[in-house]
């Protein structure tokens, strides 16, 4: 995996977002309302030989789609006076021409000389339809039945123009054809083939357009005060903006997938170009309206850059028409045989595949965990804690595989994060709850590197073999998810030379199965907060623990847990004295690094099966547009839960030492936050039939229902890593 750009893609996105930010930006934006074209920053990208990069006839050679793509991240920041998506697919287009009159009028796209147009539609479907710059346009390129043909331009101008874009119709029986660039099937597919390169350029620059409004909204929070604080303290108004952040990255991260994926010429290429559009279109719409708000008055007026982002993502979104009409085209392309023409996206230099490091260890865990998972094993898998197999554990020790990421001195093979989520994602895929696995990893950790070397003889030797589970007692019934508010306490005894433990912990998951605890108590009297707290490992089968059970929606068990004079050594302490909130520093950093929340797709298959057959009236339901784009949109989920899990676990791995990055709370919150109204809304989707529970094929939509409500509690309520995403991505000041 490697999520990075090169040397070069850095220079090209700084040098270029620096020229843009200069020659275009905002107030020039404004300043070309009128005119609607910056033919001055149109000649300086003519002269730097930029207009014509992503042809073949480039001097340059043909610019690959993922450059053009970072290239039109900067133009959408920068909103930017021209059509720079429309010109780099014309040129292109004409480019490939063999026809002798289509040379010169290359030559005037690529100088500057012509402003080029490209109509998105069938033009003899769809006569007079729309196109972006066609009132600046000296040229248009349109598929005309079964020609693909540059027009004249000339065209006459909408009265409204939505933000500096002056839109025009275009109508094949009207504009004069100066070139003939194709025709019959090839015309048909290179137009296409352009059509599907529009939407990657374009959900790139609308990926720019949503980050660039969102960071001056969080900037204007950072300065803006009211009642006489920041109003980026205000949860009201920081959070919500943390909701685009993690909705913006989703963007950026889907729009590079599916430009890899092209590159590959994978099987889901074409469905990953639709997914980029429609999210980085929605991305981009939700975002602006969000910076808008946050501006208050101060940004409905026509002088401040919200209202310009605003007008511009809408208008650019709705060229291609509805943009639920791509997300029901996802499921078109993965499910009922659509297809689209592949683009030529060339070396894209990301790569979003695992390496042969994770795909060696999620190989092992599957054949291993083929061996193990008997039906009856299978029949008893919980999802759950309660799914831990004792057995199962111990096999995969055994092998390196049960912690793969942890030491090779203590049991595991030394790989990195990207290869613990690999293992993660098999034993997921396989049905094999991961829960405690991931809970006694974190648990493990904190001894292997806090512990004392008695303690880790004694416990971390049995954890890493397997034979030991885990529970975290964090979570206290007043303090929910504030856990530094923790009021269980650790008395010293000097007579017996042990801690005392007294308290009670809420929601301590695994407790009626786990041999330890990671134990979070107060040890200064009189100390509040993050100050006087002291963190051991706790031996639950002392007779001072009780542990009941809470029964919960989602079929799973957790636990309160009672701690009456519970003698522990001090060796088993895990960091200083009164200093538990710089230990719990490095768990949270554990549980929240990225190595969390992938995709979960277990709701998909069955979604599918339901509805690819017809119901008693012979009603097929993915026949119907609504359910395929409600059914996509499920898919799109995942696979941007997925993408900002893999981009967490890839940054711990390539930057060890970066310190402390919001990624894992990105794709935590994600992960819950976004899946619970898509859940819902499939439950809702193929009801009644959701209701019937087990052995209903749709029991799976029920259970997952009820699962995900958790996500959003659990290791932080969204509200928590809402907050720090706030902070540490968006620099507001604390909102908690």
């Known amino acids: 995996m490697k999520l990075n750009l090169t ?19 905002s107030t020039r934006a404004r300043e070309h309302f ?31 789609v993922f450059d053009a793509m970072l290239l039109n991240e900067q133009a959408g920041r920068a909103i930017v006076s021209l059509p720079l998506t429309e010109t780099l697919i014309v040129a292109r287009l004409v480019g490939m021409s063999d026809a002798p009159e289509a040379g010169a009028h290359f030559d005037r796209i690529a100088s500057g ?46 009265e409204h123009d939505h933000g500096g874009y002056r839109v025009a119709r275009f109508d094949s029986s009207i504009a004069k054809p100066v070139a003939l660039l194709a025709t019959g099937e090839e015309a048909r597919t290179a137009h296409a083939a352009a059509v599907e390169e529009w939407k990657l350029l374009v959900a790139a620059e609308l990926t720019g357009m949503a980050a660039a409004s969102l960071e001056l909204a969080a900037e204007y929070a950072k300065e803006r005060h009211a009642f006489g604080r920041p109003i980026g303290s205000f949860q009201a108004i920081a959070l919500p903006l943390a909701d685009r952040a993690v909705d913006v990255e989703g963007s950026r991260l889907l729009a590079w997938w599916a430009a890899w994926s092209a590159a590959r010429a994978d099987l889901e290429a074409a469905a990953a170009v639709s997914m980029a559009y429609a999210w980085a279109a929605t991305t981009a719409d939700q975002t602006t309206r969000t910076a808008l708000h946050t501006f208050g008055g101060y940004g409905l007026s026509l002088e401040h850059d919200a209202q310009l982002f605003f007008r ?59 061996e193990l998972m008997t039906p009856e094993r299978q029949a008893k898998m919980h999802d759950s804690y309660d799914g831990h197999d004792l ?46 696995q991931i809970v006694i990893s974190m648990v493990g950790q904190m001894v292997m590197h806090f512990g004392t070397d008695e303690l880790r003889a004694e416990a971390l030797t049995r954890i ?36 005392l433990i007294n308290g009670q912990k809420m929601f301590t998951t695994g407790a009626n199965m786990s041999d330890y605890a990671l134990m979070l108590t107060r040890t200064e009297p009189g100390s509040s ?82 509805a690819k057959k017809p119901d008693a009236d012979g009603r097929v339901p993915f026949d119907d547009r609504d359910t395929r784009k409600r059914i996509a949109r499920g898919a799109i ?100």
């Open 113 to 158: 000389e012509a402003v080029a147009a490209f109509a998105l539609f069938d033009a003899s479907r769809r006569p007079g339809q729309l196109v972006h710059f066609g009132a600046d346009a000296d040229l248009v390129v349109a598929l005309d039945g079964d020609r693909l043909a540059l027009f004249e331009g000339g065209l006459t101008p909408l």
């Open 391 to 436: 057995e199962i554990a111990k096999a995969l020790a055994k092998e390196g595989l049960l912690f793969p990421d942890w030491p090779k001195e203590w049991g595991g093979r030394g790989v990195g994060p990207i290869a613990a989520l690999a293992a993660l994602r098999t034993w997921e895929k396989l049905g094999v709850a991961p829960h405690a």
């Open 7 to 25: 040397d070069e893609q850095e220079l090209l996105v700084s040098s270029f977002g620096r020229l843009f930010t200069e020659m275009g930006g």
């Open 312 to 370: 511009r993502a809408k208008a650019r979104m709705l060229m291609l028409g509805d943009p639920g009409d791509e997300l029901a085209r996802v499921s078109e392309r993965l499910w009922l045989g659509g297809s689209a023409p592949l683009v030529d996206a060339g070396d894209v230099g990301i790569d979003f595949s695992l390496g042969e490091e994770a795909e060696k260890v999620a190989h092992d865990t599957e054949v291993l965990l083929r």
């Open 637 to 736: 989920v995942a696979q941007v839960g997925d993408l900002l899990s893999m981009r967490g676990a890839w940054y711990v791995q390539a930057h060890p030492d970066a310190g402390r990055t919001a990624y894992g709370n990105m794709a935590k919150h994600f992960y819950g936050d976004r899946s619970q109204p898509v859940y819902a809304d499939l439950m809702d989707l193929a009801a009644p039939e959701t209701l019937e529970g087990a052995p209903s094929p749709l029991a799976t939509v029920e259970h997952m229902h009820r699962q995900i409500q958790v996500a959003t509690i659990y290791g932080g309520t969204s509200e928590v890593q809402r907050s720090q995403i706030a902070e540490i991505f968006l620099g507001l000041p604390k909102s908690r």
């Open 34 to 64: 009128a005119p609607g074209l910056d033919r001055e920053l149109l000649r300086a990208l003519a002269e730097m030989g930029v207009l014509a990069m992503r042809s073949a006839r480039s001097e340059m050679g043909p610019l690959s």
């Open 529 to 610: 907060k993050h100050k006087g707290l002291t963190l051991f490992l706790l031996p639950m089968n002392d007779p001072g623990v009780e542990v009941y059970p809470i029964h919960t929606v989602m079929d799973e068990r957790t636990n309160t847990t009672f701690y009456t004079d519970v003698a522990v050594p001090d060796s088993w302490r895990i960091g200083p004295v009164n200093e538990g909130a710089k230990v719990m520093g490095a768990a949270l950093k554990l549980e929240q690094a990225g190595v969390y929340g992938p995709g979960d797709r277990r709701i998909l298959p069955c979604l599918i099966e339901w």
């Open 464 to 499: 890493a073999a397997g034979e030991a589970a885990c529970c975290m007692g964090y979570s206290e019934p007043s303090g929910g998810s504030d856990i530094f508010a923790a009021q269980t306490k650790a008395v010293w005894d000097e007579e017996r030379q042990v801690w």
